[in-house]
Nanobody, 125 residues
Framework: QVYLVESGGGLVKAGDSLRLSCVASGATGTNYAMGWFRQTPGTERESVASISWSGSGTSYADPVKGRFTISRDNAKNTVYLQMTNLKPEDTAVYYC??????????????????WGQGTQVTVSS
């Protein structure tokens, strides 16, 4: 069984930065892609960023391009989301997800096999 645990969320002001972390356990021995998604009440969960197993492939949603950076440390089974120049519209619960079939970048929600419990990010204006 794979478990994902996110951390690093919080309350910040517009223009501030935050770094989210997600540690995966139980996934050793598999080549997996990782992704970050976010969700606000009453809306569907939307993709934010994805990174391939090797880390050489990344993809970002348009609203976060140039501000967010996804990275990973496979030795620590950890994926990060560095968020800069945060905006109030970035306020959401952020979830990390793991895709264990291809290990390739994907922004498609249903291609992910495991999900974390989420961490709240609130950006005040």
């Amino acid at each position: 069984q794979v478990y994902l645990v996110e951390s690093g969320g919080g309350l910040v002001k517009a223009g501030d930065s935050l770094r989210l972390s997600c540690v995966a356990s139980g996934a050793t021995g598999t080549n997996y892609a990782m992704g970050w998604f976010r969700q606000t009440p009453g809306t569907e969960r939307e993709s934010v960023a994805s990174i391939s197993w090797s880390g050489s492939g990344t993809s970002y949603a348009d609203p976060v391009k140039g501000r967010f950076t996804i990275s990973r440390d496979n030795a620590k089974n950890t994926v990060y989301l560095q968020m800069t120049n945060l905006k109030p519209e970035d306020t959401a619960v952020y979830y990390c997800a793991l895709e264990e079939d291809s290990g390739l970048v994907t922004m498609t929600r249903w291609e992910y096999d495991y999900w974390g419990q989420g961490t709240q990010v609130t950006v005040s204006s």
